[in-house]
């Protein structure tokens, strides 16, 4: 197993993810741990992480002596280049001028790290890496017993090996995705220099957050709430495989809730993993208070109230439940700053509307903070869950509130569940010819939005005079920008057709071809 020893990078959890990737077992851990925890933790290798944007200030930051006493390989990453290169005797100019960015890397000699690596050749027969780094701070002396491994135009030292200790640092960064070989790196570093075995896997994964969570909890009680979106179901299904009964799941149906969904998460967590679930049918009181109120925000911020509320009076009722746990990811705890900060817990606000308050006075199990989505998929699918489920477009927590225009309405609800089931059962069926996956799969969010105009039509021999639905399906890798779906016309037409045929009170489909900037995914 590999330790990495963390100090304070942003991106310290993408090492992490790139050692798992390479399918070996690794953790992270503060710098500064004790000697005898590193002696303990008997690594077969090391890496030294980067450090945030202001090292500068934090230079002081140090590895425990017992990394260099290990005799085991040490890789240094940026800072932790820095760190090595001091605390072995080499030379470090600090500087509180930092530029992050693009740079190509000529790489001189072999050294083990980088022999073969490379994304092109120079005239002279060097391997040129494009990479991404970090200047302003650098080594400016090789500690003895190194020598120069690669160097940039405005960094002369950007890599120093001493391979006979089997020491390597990098001042760029190998696990962001920019750096092209940075895999190819972070798996020769574990692979083969620390001769660590590729054969850990996500069922591992489940056994090791399995022991954690029991050791965590104890034989107190948790209590969680269960959303049908993707993080928490799977959150759901680890801490239930780890402690059964221990677990009670709260499910608040604010009646702005899919087709089924309710339905179906209740079958798969009660019926097929046999869990505690409380299912809460809340939508008198939440359609009740959201009567009259067309404004978004206001909107938004009645149902995060009543979500608080409701679940409150859950928690209330199972008063031995020390534990509230949350599907928290990786990417929620960087927007969030809590990288560094072990004692800051932040609420994830826009999984669970609104956010849970620290009032209830419960202790936080977030055992998916070390992972990314795609990660949380493929955990979700190794504990049994469908892979409907676990592949479903995300779905924002006010749900169908911010879907239907202006006042909500339990009539407009129906209607729009409706139809957005038929425009996604259509879209799990139509399939793409050239790459052979279904256009559910091609898009990123597709839903149908209920628009309370009515606009006339013709039925039979009868005039009608009824609402319209708009359809919105866009392609995005991070819901910042995004690109409406060209879906095919047939595809339209099939689901325009089945809707107003098969919703009574829908006359007229249109679809919305706005891209993000300057529209946003959801109408509200
Ligand atoms: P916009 O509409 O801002 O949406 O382009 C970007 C992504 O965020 C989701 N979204 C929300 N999710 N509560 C949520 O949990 C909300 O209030 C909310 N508003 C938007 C939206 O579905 C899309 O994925």
Redesign the pocket.
């Given at each position: 197993k590999i330790l990495i020893l963390d100090f304070g990078s942003q991106v310290t959890q993408l090492i992490a993810r790139r050692v798992r990737e390479a399918h070996v077992y690794c953790e992270i851990h503060p710098n500064d741990v004790s000697d005898d925890f590193i002696r303990a933790f008997n690594p077969k290798g090391i890496i030294l992480s980067g450090s945030h944007a202001s090292t500068y200030e934090d230079h002081e930051l140090r590895a425990p002596q017992a990394v260099w006493d290990s005799g085991v390989p040490v890789l240094g990453i940026c800072y932790g280049m820095q760190t090595m290169a001091t605390q072995l005797g080499g030379k470090v100019e600090w500087s509180d001028h930092r530029e992050f960015g693009y740079a190509e890397v000529r790489a001189h000699g072999h050294t083990q790290l980088l022999q073969g690596i490379e994304d092109f050749n120079t005239v002279e027969g060097h391997g040129m890496l494009k990479v991404w780094m970090s200047h302003g701070d650098k080594v400016t002396g090789l500690p003895p017993g190194f020598k120069l491994m690669a160097s940039t135009p405005s960094c002369e030292i950007a890599g120093m090996a001493d391979e006979d200790r089997r020491y390597y640092a990098v001042q760029f960064h190998p696990e962001v995705t920019h750096t092209l070989q940075g895999p190819a790196i972070l798996n020769r570093f574990v692979l083969d220099i620390a001769g660590c075995k590729p054969d850990w896997v996500m069922n591992d994964y489940i056994e090791e957050a399995v022991a954690r969570i029991r050791e965590q909890v104890g034989d107190e009680e948790v209590i969680l709430g269960l959303s049908g979106g993707v993080d928490s179901s799977v959150a759901a299904a680890l801490i239930h495989r780890a402690i059964g009964d221990q677990l009670t799941c709260v499910f608040v149906d604010h009646g702005l809730l899919r087709l089924n969904e309710g339905r179906m998460v209740m079958e798969m967590f009660v019926g097929k993993l046999h869990a505690k679930v409380v299912h809460v049918d809340a939508s008198e009181q939440f359609l009740g208070h959201l009567a009259g109120v067309s404004d978004p925000e206001q909107k938004?911020k009645i149902i995060g109230r009543e979500f608080v509320e409701v679940f409150q009076a859950e928690a209330r009722k199972l008063s031995n439940a020390k534990w509230l746990a949350q599907g928290t990811i990786y990417p929620d705890v960087v927007e969030s700053g809590g990288t560094k900060t072990k004692k800051a817990v932040t609420i994830k606000s826009?999984?669970n509307?609104g956010g849970l308050p620290e009032t209830l006075g419960l202790k936080l199990l977030e055992p998916l903070r070390e992972l990314f989505k795609d990660e949380v998929r493929e955990l979700g699918v190794a504990l049994g869950l469908p892979p409907e489920m676990v592949y479903r477009h995300?779905?924002?927590?006010?749900g169908l509130g911010?879907r239907i225009l202006g006042e909500v309405k339990r009539e407009y609800a129906e209607l729009l569940r409706k139809a957005d089931a038929i425009f996604i059962e259509e879209l799990r069926a139509a399939r793409d010819t050239a790459s052979g996956k279904s256009w559910y799969d091609l898009t990123s969010?597709a839903f149908a939005v209920f628009l309370p105009v009515k606009s006339v039509g013709v039925m039979g021999d009868g005039r009608t005079y009824d609402y319209v639905v708009a359809l919105r399906a866009v392609q995005t890798t991070d819901?910042?920008t995004?690109d409406w779906a060209e879906l095919p016309y047939s595809l339209l037409k099939k689901v325009s057709g089945r809707i107003i045929n098969e919703v009574r009170g829908i006359s007229r489909v249109t679809y919305d071809v706005s891209s993000?900037p300057p529209a946003?995914?959801?109408?509200e």
């Open positions: 938004r826009h999984h509307v995300p779905f924002p927590g006010p911010v969010q819901f910042m995004a993000k946003t995914i959801e109408w």
